[in-house]
């Protein structure tokens, strides 16, 4: 299995949700109460699981998730579990921002679940935020592969095209990135700085993750209608003393594998066109 957690979780509706989730706010606002806004993360989440067990909810902390391919595997942990079926996330932070929402919805995906909720703790009153999916695991390994503007061997292509199949679309870039250069470990050299150059002067060095001593590895999760991202990658190409960028983007249906070459220009027309703008 792909794919591995101790719960098979209930695909649960909004109602089913709001029911359990305001008895664990009710915990939730009097730990805060209780504890102050200054502690830990690690601090609210056993006083609040603590409550909750007190108030007869089973209550699952740092559940293990697994992806495996190929032989790769990553582990991922679940803040805790209420009943089986719903996934909160605690932080301790100044204020939610939305980069703190991407990891909720990755673990709602890997787990085939709708719903679950952010919770924080360092602000004046509580902050939550509920977090909904709507795209089941089946619905994620439907794509395209868009490899028209790749060139090189198949190996790469092959791969994403497994990888994909097996952990679905939603998932983050590094999740992607991490299995992609775990399966290729023989042939590429992972992450590497390199001198970066502009006017002909050196102006530091740049981190890059190597499938060979010429050609790097990126992986992104860009929405499919910005024009602009070829452009950026030919920038960052041409500073480096690198010959070619694989370009792997991996969006809801469709999944694209593009060859930046440093000898090549990427007009901006062109870019948009590839993106049907």
């Given amino acids: ?19 359990v989730d ?29 409550r909750l067990r007190l108030a007869g909810y089973e209550v699952s902390m740092e559940v293990p998730i697994t992806l495996a391919f190929r032989g790769f595997s990553i582990g991922r942990s679940l803040d805790f579990v209420i009943g089986n079926r719903i996934i909160y996330e605690l932080k301790a932070v100044s204020e939610l921002m939305k980069s703190h929402g991407g990891q909720l919805p990755e673990y709602l995906y890997l787990t085939n679940s709708t719903r679950g909720k952010l919770v924080n703790f360092r602000t004046k009153s509580v902050e939550s935020r509920f977090v909904n999916t ?24 092959t791969l994403v095209r497994e990888l994909v199949e097996d952990w679905g679309t939603g998932l983050s870039a590094s999740v992607y990135r991490r299995a992609i250069l775990g399966c290729m470990l023989e042939r590429a050299e992972s992450e590497q700085h390199l001198p970066m150059v502009s006017g002909g002067q050196s102006i530091g060095n740049q981190r890059f993750h190597l499938l060979s001593a010429d ?18 990658f030919q920038k960052l190409n041409m500073a480096s003393p690198l010959k ?8 809801h249906h469709h999944v694209t594998i593009t ?19």
């Fill in 215 to 232: 050609t790097a590895l990126g992986v992104t999760t860009y929405p499919k209608l910005i024009p602009d991202n070829s452009q950026e």
């Fill in 22 to 50: 305001f008895t664990v706010m009710r915990h939730a606002f009097d730990t805060h109460d209780e504890l102050g806004r200054l502690c830990d993360e690690s601090v609210y989440q056993l006083e609040i699981v603590r």
């Fill in 1 to 19: 299995m792909p794919i591995h957690c101790p719960f098979e979780f209930p695909r649960l509706s909004e109602e089913e949700m709001r029911t």
């Fill in 244 to 251: 070619r960028l694989q370009w792997v983007n991996v969006y």
């Fill in 134 to 157: 709507t795209f089941e695991r089946i619905e994620r390994q439907m794509f395209h592969l868009d490899e028209q503007d790749y060139s090189g061997d198949r190996y790469l292509p």
């Fill in 259 to 277: 060859t930046i070459e440093r000898d090549r220009k990427i007009s901006r027309q062109e870019d948009k066109d590839k993106w049907n703008l």
